[in-house]
C-alpha cells in the first residue's frame, strides 16, 4: 500500500507552515486543515512549546498520515523491514508529556494574548508607530508575535533594550537576499515590500504572562523615544 503513495507527491499540494499558528482560524477553518498536510513547531518559544524540539504533522488524507508515519522512523513498515530512506525524528515521550498539560491551558493563552494585543492597540494609538491590522472578518488571530512598523527601527530597538525591554527583529534579511539563494540571481531592489518590511518591523513583548502595567510601560517607552 505504502507503494503507491509515492503518486502523492506527484501533484500539486498545499502544505500549511503552521509554525507559528496553532489555534488560528480563518473562516472557522483551524490553522493545519486548510491544506494537504500542515506543520506545526513546538519549539519552547511558539504558543504551545515543549522543553526541547518537537513538531507535528496534521492531514486528514489516511494513505498520506501512514506513509508520514513511517518516514518519521527510518521508513519503517514494519520492525526491521525499511521501505523509504527515512528520518529519526518521534517525538519523546518526555516532551508529549509537558504538551499534554500545556495544551489544556493554551485557549486562556490565546485570550490574554488577544487582550495583550487589544491593549497595545490603544496605548499605542497616536504614536508613529503601526500595529498589526485588524482583519473585519471571520479571524481568530493568536499572536505568537506582536510585530509594529516603525520609524528609526533599530534605534527604537535599542533604547528599549536600554529601558529593560526586550524586542526581537525577526527575519532581519529577505529570502531573495540571503545567501543561500544567491544562484537564483535576484538583486536589492526586486521585491521593495519585503526589504522594506526588513528594514522597520519590530516584534514588542506579548505573551501571556505580561500584566497591564507591563504593557503601559513598553508603551510609554515607545511613545517617549518619539517626542
Known amino acids: 500500500m505504502l507503494g503507491q503513495q509515492v503518486k502523492l507527491f506527484d501533484v500539486l499540494a498545499v502544505i500549511e507552515d503552521a509554525a507559528q499558528a496553532i489555534g488560528a482560524e480563518y473562516k472557522g477553518r483551524r490553522a493545519g486543515t486548510l491544506g494537504r498536510m500542515a506543520c506545526f513547531s513546538f519549539f519552547p518559544s511558539k504558543n504551545l512549546g515543549c522543553y526541547g524540539d518537537g513538531g507535528l504533522l496534521t492531514t486528514d488524507d489516511k494513505a498520506l498520515a501512514e506513509l508520514l508515519a513511517s518516514l518519521r522512523i527510518h521508513g519503517r513498515t514494519n520492525k526491521y523491514f525499511h521501505q523509504w530512506i527515512g528520518v529519526n ?17 493554551l485557549d ?55 529601558n529593560g525591554i526586550g524586542t526581537e527583529v525577526y527575519y532581519p534579511l ?22 522594506q518590511l526588513a528594514a522597520d518591523t519590530l516584534a514588542l513583548p506579548i505573551h501571556q504572562g505580561l500584566e497591564r502595567a507591563d504593557l503601559e510601560y513598553v508603551s510609554e517607552k515607545v511613545r517617549s523615544f518619539y517626542r
Open 89 to 105: 525524528s518521534r517525538l519523546d515521550a518526555l516532551q508529549a508529556a509537558v504538551l499534554r498539560v500545556k495544551l489544556r491551558r
Open 108 to 162: 486562556a493563552w490565546t485570550e490574554a494574548r488577544q487582550r495583550n494585543a487589544q491593549a497595545y492597540h490603544e496605548l499605542l494609538d497616536g504614536t508613529p508607530v503601526r500595529t498589526p491590522a485588524l482583519i473585519p472578518y471571520q479571524t481568530r488571530h493568536i499572536y505568537n508575535q506582536f510585530v509594529i512598523r516603525c520609524p528609526e527601527r533599530d534605534k527604537l530597538q535599542g533604547y528599549l533594550n536600554e
Open 174 to 195: 529577505p529570502l531573495h537576499l540571503q545567501p543561500c539563494f544567491a544562484p537564483l540571481g535576484y538583486q536589492k531592489g526586486e521585491f521593495p515590500v519585503s526589504e
